[in-house]
Each structure stands twice: as structure tokens, then as C-alpha cells.
């Protein structure tokens, strides 16, 4: 993606190298648990954690200073930030209704949000009671490493937008409507309305690429397709389970996310995004 001296979003704030202590739920069994569980969701998993797996070690405060590298990848991600603001905000007028910038913040080890605690295990993540993205980019090393994607930096303007596809909804009142309706749900239709909203969080990711395409380079495409196939539900279990269970499913298969984000690319036309209907749940 072409990014370098292109305006920068001014509501980034990077606290990575501000540690105020490792959570202990960053690794091992619970730590990839919870990395399934809230990868790409604003889901707040603190009231269901025990209080000790979450609490962060005491006497760890430091600051450590940024490489260049380090702050050349905040400088990306500050950019594509910008970028979907301009996008989603000129969506918004055409649509006359007003598009408010939601905050994104960079950490690392752990971080306090206005939904909990989290940890660099809970991967990205929206969380709708401050209107904030949370993102430790160790991430994507696990998702390159753990879970075969390919990587490369539109790989992470791919989930940058699917998180900002989720401020989204929470704008219209998708997430809420939907909210109440899985509440009111069993089980399994929960499930079925929380792969419809992440499926559209996909086709807004691709909305705003195919918005964004005169600064696409050769491969990018490519890059944010083997990200959505790496994160699919069936794949995940798959890989961490042996086999897959649909009716445990929360976020869509690798097909159907490829599908959809690529929907969203090729057409640009954000009324065509109901998932909901499509998968028969209206």
C-alpha cells in the first residue's frame, strides 16, 4: 500500500513502549482461548475470566524506547487510520447522516479499555463503550506463524478496516440491534447473528479498500484474502481442534469471509451488505 507522506489520523494514540505490566492471561492455553474467542470483536471477556488470570504482574513498569522500524509501522497504521476517515465519512454525507472518527490505540503487553481489561492474546479490537480500535501488532507475527497468513502491511490495513467496519455498526445500530437479538437467542442462533456481523465487518473492510484502490499496490488484494482465510472459523478449529464444528462458528467460515470482504471490494456499494438476510436471519 502506498502510505509514505500521506496525512496521518490525529486521533492514534500509540502507547506501545508504556507497559504498566504483562497480563498473565498473554499466554499459554488460556491466552490462545481468548485469542479465538475476541479476535476481530469487541467482545469483553473480563467477566468470565478468573480475576487472577487477568490481573497484571505488579513491579513491571517501563518505557522502552521505539525502533524505527517500530515507529515507521505506527506511522502506517496512523495513515490508513486516516484513510478511513476520509472514506467512511464521505460514505456517511452521501448518505446524509454524520460519520464521528473513532480512537485507535496501539499498546503492548496490555491495555485498559473502556470494555475491560485486555491483553496482546485478545488480538485486535473494537470496543463500542469508548469507540475505540485496541491493537498490539505482535498479533500479526501469530497470525503469519500459528495460522499461515501471509502477512505484508495491507494484512494489517485489512484488519484495521474490519475493526473500523464494527464502528461501523455500532454508528447505524447494527451492533446494538443485533446485541439485543442474540440475548434473546439460543445458542445457536446467537452464533449464526454473530457471523453475520462479523461478515459485514469483512464487507465494509472491502468497501473501503475498493474506495481506496489508488493507493493499492500489486498484492494487496492478495494479502488482506489470505489474512480473512487464515481467521475463518473452520480453519481455526481445524488447526487447533482437528476438525471443525459449524455450529459453533462466530465469525464465518474462510470462504465466507474471503466472499464477503471481496463483495465489498469488487461492488463498493455499502447497501449491498446485509448479511443478515442473506444468511436468513431477518
Known amino acids: ?106 499498546f503492548s503487553d496490555a491495555v485498559q479499555t473502556g470494555c475491560g481489561g485486555a491483553s496482546s492474546a485478545s488480538g485486535p479490537f473494537y470496543c463500542p463503550a469508548d469507540r475505540t480500535v485496541y491493537m498490539d501488532l505482535v498479533f500479526f507475527n501469530e497470525l503469519k506463524d500459528r495460522f499461515g497468513a501471509k502477512g505484508g502491511d495491507f494484512a494489517i490495513a485489512y484488519v484495521i478496516a474490519h475493526e473500523v467496519g464494527h464502528h461501523v455498526q455500532n454508528l447505524l445500530g447494527t451492533s446494538g440491534r443485533t446485541q439485543q437479538a442474540m440475548q434473546s437467542s439460543n445458542a445457536t442462533r446467537a452464533n449464526q447473528l454473530s457471523v453475520a456481523l462479523e461478515l459485514q465487518a469483512d464487507f465494509y473492510a472491502g468497501v473501503w479498500s475498493h474506495y481506496n484502490q489508488d493507493q493499492l499496490e500489486e498484492g494487496d488484494i492478495e494479502e488482506a484474502l489470505s489474512a480473512a482465510n487464515a481467521v475463518g472459523d473452520d480453519t481455526i478449529q481445524e488447526k487447533m481442534q482437528g476438525h471443525a464444528n459449524q455450529e459453533t462458528f462466530t465469525h464465518g467460515t474462510s470462504a465466507q469471509r474471503m466472499y464477503w470482504f471481496k463483495k465489498g471490494y469488487q461492488g463498493g456499494d455499502v447497501n449491498q451488505g446485509d448479511t443478515f438476510t442473506e444468511l436468513g436471519l431477518q
Not at 33 to 53: N, R, Y
Not at 69 to 83: I, N, P, R, T, Y
Request: glycine share 12%; hydrophobic share 40%.
Open 1 to 106: 500500500m502506498k502510505w509514505q507522506g500521506r496525512r496521518q489520523s490525529s486521533n492514534m494514540d500509540d502507547r506501545r513502549g508504556m507497559s504498566g505490566g504483562k497480563m498473565l492471561l498473554g499466554g499459554g492455553v488460556v491466552g490462545v482461548i481468548v485469542l479465538l474467542v475476541q479476535m476481530f470483536t469487541g467482545t469483553d471477556l473480563s467477566q468470565v475470566i478468573p480475576a487472577e488470570l487477568t490481573q497484571p504482574q505488579q513491579g513491571t513498569e517501563r518505557t522502552v524506547e521505539l525502533s524505527e522500524a517500530d515507529k515507521q509501522m505506527g506511522e502506517f497504521v496512523s495513515v490508513v487510520l486516516a484513510d478511513t476517515e476520509d472514506i467512511w465519512g464521505k460514505i456517511f454525507q452521501e448518505n446524509n447522516l454524520t460519520y464521528e472518527n473513532p480512537q485507535l490505540v496501539l
